[in-house]
């Protein structure tokens, strides 16, 4: 797991985290999706929360804690797949009709 | 009618051979809590032990009561000063991830040493802390009479009873409400009846499920069907439980229990309003999907009762989100299931849940009842 050390691999994933969000705005005007100050808050809420499902995955694999990691990854999971489709469905909200 | 009479028979069977197993061997354990056994001698249910020069060395006596799987027996010793010199379980049916949590929390080490007449049967008091209700009372309430046996047996000490009465609280007076409300809803239909079932199910979500973590499980049916019933002081609720599911089955032809009452159902309805899909499968899908359950349904009870262990038929996720525990197979299904939650209605219910099993030979029954007894034929309502 050299590779998540590296400050190459971090600057990457900085560029794509920024790009996924760019594209998303881009996507949302596209379609006529208002993005108010709360849907941002709660999207970024949304990515803390897969952010911090993923590190304790990969932390808890890191202490060789194979049973917490599957576990705290299917219990941290769900709440992050259920929370995300709610969030959708939120973000889509005030859709300006076709 | 024929493939319920091969079913009973088959479950008969393997609970009748699961009955004849041996009873434990308890030397071991007392060799374990006495080291310097060499002989041991059993007088009206206590058990002397003697080193190999024919000395005492203790007493040792075996415990017994019902915890969450049937039956669990521990052997206690006490050495010749009045001191409990070890405690050592001897056979649980517990479900082992529950019991390992009861067990690591070292209350027995904590009994160890202690007179008598000074043993501490508040588990929660010496351990600080407990998630298996129902197992940590057994391992107490096994504790107490088998040191009660030596005290009498050895010491002419006769240890004070425990004081017993129904525990009747918020989870007793919830699950009756529910029920009540449940009946009433029912009848009422329309906007109602649509309303009443939320809130019911949202309180029996947070109450049944959240708070007291007991909904009702394939595990608690099958040690009650195997003759283990867990003390109805302490468990008026699950009680209540098992009463409304069949009372209301049987004789108001709908499950209040899985409409009104379970909380693993309005969980299950909750995603499925945040995912807002309410997706059904073909008939086909369903019609194979629930054959598939009723032959796990059927295999996790008859290998339950083959090997007297109640616990073995817990299938279902309920432990892993209400007290967050449970084995792996558990946790997966748990994701799976309210991950599907979000486009398929209900999956669990549908596909998956012991009780629409139970629920179907119980109003098969009941139409039955209906139709032998006089008076009250099928349809007669209308």
């Known amino acids: 797991m050299q590779i998540f050390n590296s400050g190459f691999f971090w600057f990457v994933e900085g560029i794509l985290f920024c790009l996924v969000l760019v594209g998303f705005r881009a996507w949302a005007q596209g379609r006529g999706i208002p993005l108010p100050a709360w849907k941002w808050a709660t999207l970024l809420l949304w990515m803390l929360l897969a952010g911090f499902t993923i590190a304790f995955v990969g932390t808890s694999l890191g202490e060789n804690e194979a049973t917490a990691a599957m576990r705290g990854g299917l219990l941290f999971g769900l709440i992050t797949v259920i929370a995300g489709v709610g969030l959708w469905r939120l973000l889509l909200t005030g859709a300006r009709e076709a | ?382």
Not at chain 2, 182 to 206: D, E, P
Not at chain 2, 260 to 287: E, H
């Open chain 2, 1 to 382: 009618m024929a493939i319920y009479l091969v079913v009973f028979v088959a479950l008969a069977m393997a609970l009748a051979y699961g009955k004849t197993r041996a009873a434990p061997d308890l030397d071991p354990a007392i060799e374990r809590i006495f080291p310097t056994a060499g002989s041991i001698e059993l007088s009206r249910g206590v058990y002397s032990v003697l080193d190999e020069g024919g000395e005492p060395v203790g007493w040792a006596a075996m415990g017994k009561a019902n915890g969450y799987g049937g039956p669990l027996m521990l052997v206690v010793g006490v050495d010749l000063e009045g001191e409990v010199a070890g405690v050592e379980v001897v056979e649980h049916r517990e479900t082992p991830i529950f019991f390992r949590m009861v067990r690591s929390a070292a209350y027995f080490e904590e009994v160890a040493g202690s007179d008598f007449h000074e043993v501490e049967y508040d588990y929660e008091a010496v351990v600080g802390v407990t998630g298996a209700t129902r197992t940590s009372d057994a391992i107490v309430a096994s504790l107490r009479s088998a040191v009660a046996e030596v005290a009498d047996d050895q010491f002419d000490v006769r240890l004070p009873a425990p004081p017993r009465s129904f525990e009747f609280g918020l989870l007793e007076i919830v699950v009756l409400a529910l029920f009540a409300a449940g009946i009433a809803a029912h009848r009422a239909g329309g906007s109602v009846r649509r309303w009443v079932r939320w809130a019911c199910q949202l309180t029996g979500l947070m109450i049944i499920g959240f708070w007291a973590a007991s909904p009702i499980s394939l595990a608690k049916i099958t040690s009650l069907l195997s003759g283990y019933f867990p003390d109805i002081y302490s468990n008026l609720a699950f009680y209540f439980l098992i009463i409304g599911l069949v009372i209301t089955t049987l004789l108001h032809r709908r499950n209040i229990y899985c409409l009104y009452v379970c909380p693993f159902g309005a969980a299950q309805r909750c995603v499925g309003v945040i995912g807002g899909m309410n997706l059904k499968l073909s008939a086909r899908v369903g019609r194979v999907l629930e054959s598939s359950r009723n032959v796990v349904v059927f295999a996790a009870i008859f290998a339950a009762f083959i090997t007297l262990q109640p616990a073995l038929a817990s299938y279902e996720p309920f432990a892993a989100l209400f007290a967050l525990t449970g084995s792996t197979l558990q946790w997966g299904l748990l994701f799976i299931v309210l991950t599907l939650s979000l486009v398929v209605r209900t999956p669990w219910c549908g596909f998956l849940c012991p009780l629409r099993s139970i629920e179907i030979v119980l109003r098969n029954v009941g139409a039955w009842g209906r139709g032998v007894l006089p008076g009250r034929k099928e349809g007669a309502r209308g």
